[in-house]
């Protein structure tokens, strides 16, 4: 186990590596107006040609990359070209409220599609139809639109919950809850319709296996089937699913924290993207995919765990 | 299935109860009074990138200055200028000198008294700093220190705005401490009623500022709440629900916006500070030969039906007009709103005098900031005269650029109108403009700018030479302005606020409770 636990994490190290080149090369593809979008439509040419100076943007690419590369390995990911904080400062402001979302999306994501998937390949019959449909809708319902229909009836109709803005956990557990709860749910239905139909088509698999007919047919209790058998056996496709829904949320969730106003990482990339704020660009993707590397190699450990057949592949 | 159906039923009464909350409830939220106003919240649409003043930059911006850093001179809603730092100012007969006379009670947050000395500091450093309004102080040659309260700018031209500048970015002033500081750009120290409180403000959350007990202006009228909080909200849908729900104050919301608003219940201000339209930059035929002739640029004018624009894209929210010069100001002319009315057969004609009776190519950049409808609008209604659009996609962050790079002959656009004629003058007229991106040059202009700074003190010449500006530009249709769009500002009940003119967001000097 810890030899494969290096082995990913060398593997993880490589991704980061690549993902931050080509990051760095795609946003130095169009550097020429970066020093204009700083300071303004009214800015001289001098000035403009100063900046650009004063950024680093006369070196050659690789000098860039360079130094870049050489500040990182430190820790030092520099100062944000536009808002003059710290990346990693920065970073440390957004991420909690980025994670609020991602890890509460999931984790609803997670007991709810669990439930509603086992239910669906067990009951079959019209409950199984039912939650085919309502996945459908769940999948095709855009989240920008919940979102909004969540804020007009829950946050401006009935009060219950703020309609922008986001409170720490560190601050108030309540105000957190509150902050994040519509944001959560508007992220939460797509996700479960995905992993619902997955999870379904996993216990309707797992189930028809002959091992659990012959567990069956010893007489053993049908939730002792359930639980100990036939939910260990469609573990797998639903953890990397729900694996594929973390990674997915850590960019999606941009539109949704738009809506609420949040001050996540998804509208800061997006944000430092649109602006060629190349620092702040180059330090969220290295945290991000810094992320996915641990989540995909937690279910990694947790898969080999559940299914000791995966350890070997 | 009893089950099934006693859960149906118990939906279903939520959804009715749920439902009488939304047509039935009373005013809440924006729409209620607010018993405490200790705290003024305001939602703003942009963010700084620096709190240097140096680098400071206008419009959207100012409201995160203005609390911490008083002006030289305060520019009042309706344009005017006010004392705040300086109590008199004067422009000599040749506009070379201006001469400012300061307080002398001053101190910044830091302890730090302000005077003269301290003034020119923060005007030579806004013009030497490559800040994105530096070049507002370009002309200013040297600052002359008179005595403890009296200074003198130096001007190697005249510069008619000069104290319009200093009542904007290049007025702000800073405690020399802060120039020295490492957190220059992070912590502002000025002399302004409000300190910025780091411990509550977070970058992209908001902006905590908290009253000073030791301002020396006893008598402002606007520094009326203790703590002022900034949430920028970029989306214009969350900062309307944001305002609807009660959980900010005030902000500045899209036109198309309006009716929600009222609807609402909330306080709606609109006034003019955008201008929309065609800016023509390719007068010289350059890439397009045609656009060198008048006649084809009139042609233009001529065949957008501005009317039908305006009620599609804004609901109507807005003022036509064929001229880009603020209503306020010197050069304003009643008559060019409706210089060129929507006549496609008049633009037809006028393509054939030129030649161009079988109409020509051009290209235009397009952004995903755009709207579609205006730009579909665009090209539906210069086809039907034979002029044929074809939009190139340019990303949202390389738009600006690629205008100013000379890469297009026109484009829609949206511009701010300067209070003053000279702002527009200076920023899209002359010849090293930043906005004549292909230094179109015309002598009757030249003749009149000459003219206008010959005869500063004298009003009547001045003005006149700037008319004569607008009628060159409007009737040679440099552009081709399709309306002024109306600027909304919404604010809870019980808070009234002013539009600022030639700026989007209201200074942070304009709200008043009512009474």
């Known amino acids: 186990m810890l030899s494969f636990i290096v082995r990913r994490l060398i593997g993880g190290v490589i991704l980061l590596f690549v993902a931050s080149s080509l990051t760095f090369l795609l946003m130095n593809a169009n550097s020429s107006g970066i020093a204009i979008r700083i300071l303004g439509d009214q800015a001289t040419q001098e000035q403009i040609v100063a900046k650009q100076a004063e950024l680093g943007l006369d070196q050659p690419l690789i000098v860039r990359f360079g130094h870049w590369l050489a500040g990182a390995v430190r820790g030092d990911f520099g100062t944000s070209w536009f808002t003059s904080e710290g990346v990693l400062h920065l970073v440390s402001l957004r991420l909690p409220v980025t994670l609020s979302l991602v890890v509460g999306t999931v984790i609803v994501t997670a007991i709810i599609a669990v439930a509603l998937g086992a239910l669906a390949a067990t009951r079959r019959g019209w409950v199984d139809r039912l939650v085919q449909v309502l996945s459908v809708i769940g999948a095709a319902a855009p989240n920008f639109w919940i979102g909004l229909m969540l804020v007009i009836f829950f946050a401006l109709t009935l009060h219950w919950f703020p309609a922008t803005g986001f409170v720490p956990l560190t601050e108030s557990f309540s105000g957190w809850t509150a902050s994040v709860t519509l944001p959560i749910v508007a992220l939460a239905l797509g996700a479960i319709a995905s992993v619902t139909a997955q999870v379904r088509s996993a216990f309707i698999e797992v189930e028809g296996r002959d091992y659990v007919r012959t567990l069956r047919s010893r007489g053993l209790g049908e939730r002792n089937v359930l639980l100990g058998h036939v939910l260990r056996g469609a573990a797998t496709p639903a953890l990397t699913v729900l694996a594929l829904q973390f990674v997915g949320l850590l960019g999606g969730a941009v539109v949704v924290e738009r809506v609420f106003a949040l001050p996540g990482l998804g509208q800061t990339i997006t944000d430092a993207t649109t602006n060629g704020d190349v620092p702040l660009v180059m330090g969220v993707v290295v945290v991000a995919v810094a992320m996915v590397v641990v989540v995909n190699l937690v279910i990694d450990i947790i898969t080999g765990w559940i299914n000791p057949k995966a350890r070997l592949s | ?515």
């Open chain 2, 1 to 515: 299935m009893r089950r099934t159906t006693r859960t149906l039923a118990t939906l279903a009464t939520l959804g009715v109860v749920a439902t009488g909350g939304l047509t039935g409830c009373a005013s809440t939220g924006g729409a209620a009074p607010k018993d405490d106003w200790s705290e003024l919240t305001v939602a703003a649409a942009a963010e700084p990138t620096s709190f240097d003043p140096a680098q400071a930059a206008q419009a959207n911006y100012a409201q995160y200055f203005q609390p911490v850093f008083d002006t030289l001179v305060r520019r009042m809603p309706d344009g005017s200028l006010a004392p705040m730092l300086a109590t008199d100012w004067a422009l000599s007969e040749d506009g070379l000198t201006a001469t400012l006379d300061l307080r002398n009670d001053v101190t910044f947050s830091d302890g730090t008294a302000f005077d003269a000395e301290v003034a020119k500091e923060n005007l030579i450093r806004f013009r030497d700093s490559g800040g994105p309004f530096a070049a507002n102080l370009a002309g200013v040659a040297d600052v002359v220190v008179v005595d403890d309260d009296t200074i003198e700018l130096e001007m190697s031209t005249p510069d008619p705005d000069i104290f319009e500048y200093l009542g904007n970015s290049a007025g702000y002033m800073a405690s020399p401490a802060q120039f020295d500081s490492d957190t220059v750009a992070t912590a502002p120290i000025g002399s302004g009623a409000y300190v910025l409180d780091r411990t509550q403000t977070a970058s992209g959350a908001q902006y905590t500022y908290v009253k000073r007990d030791d301002y020396w202006d006893d008598s402002a009228e606007w520094d009326w709440f203790d703590t002022l909080v900034i949430k920028p909200i970029p989306d214009p849908s969350a900062r309307m629900n944001a305002m609807k729900s009660g959980e900010v104050d005030t902000g500045i919301i899209e036109p198309k916006q309006i009716p929600e608003a009222e609807k609402s219940g909330l306080n709606v201000t609109t006034f003019q500070v955008n201008w929309y339209g065609l800016s023509i930059f390719d007068r010289d035929g350059a890439m397009v030969p045609a656009l060198a002739d008048p006649r084809v640029r009139q042609a233009i004018n001529y065949a957008i039906d501005d009317e039908a624009i305006l009620a599609a894209v804004e609901l109507g929210y807005g003022e036509r007009t064929d001229q880009t010069f603020n209503t306020q100001s010197e050069a304003y002319n009643a008559d060019y709103d409706d210089r060129y009315p929507f006549d496609p057969d008049q633009a037809r004609e006028l393509l054939k005098e030129a030649g161009y009776e079988d109409g020509f190519d051009v290209t235009m950049p397009s952004s995903s900031s755009m709207d579609p409808a205006m730009l579909a609008a665009i090209a539906q209604d210069l086809g039907h005269v034979g002029i044929r659009v074809k939009y190139q996609e340019v990303s949202p962050a390389d738009f600006i650029p690629s205008l100013r790079g000379g890469k297009f002959a026109m484009t829609w656009m949206s511009f701010a109108q300067p209070p003053t004629a000279w702002g527009t003058v200076h920023q899209f007229l002359q010849p090293g403009s930043a906005w004549n991106v292909l230094k179109t040059q015309d002598d009757r202009i030249d003749d009149a700018v000459e003219t206008a700074l010959s005869n500063l003190t004298d009003p009547e010449v001045y003005d006149a030479a700037m008319q004569e500006i607008n009628d060159v530009v409007v009737e040679d249709a440099w552009n081709a302005p399709f309306y002024r769009v109306q600027q909304g500002v919404v604010s809870r009940v019980g808070l009234t606020v002013v539009g600022q003119a030639g700026q989007a967001a209201p200074s942070i000097y304009n709200y008043t409770l009512d009474d």
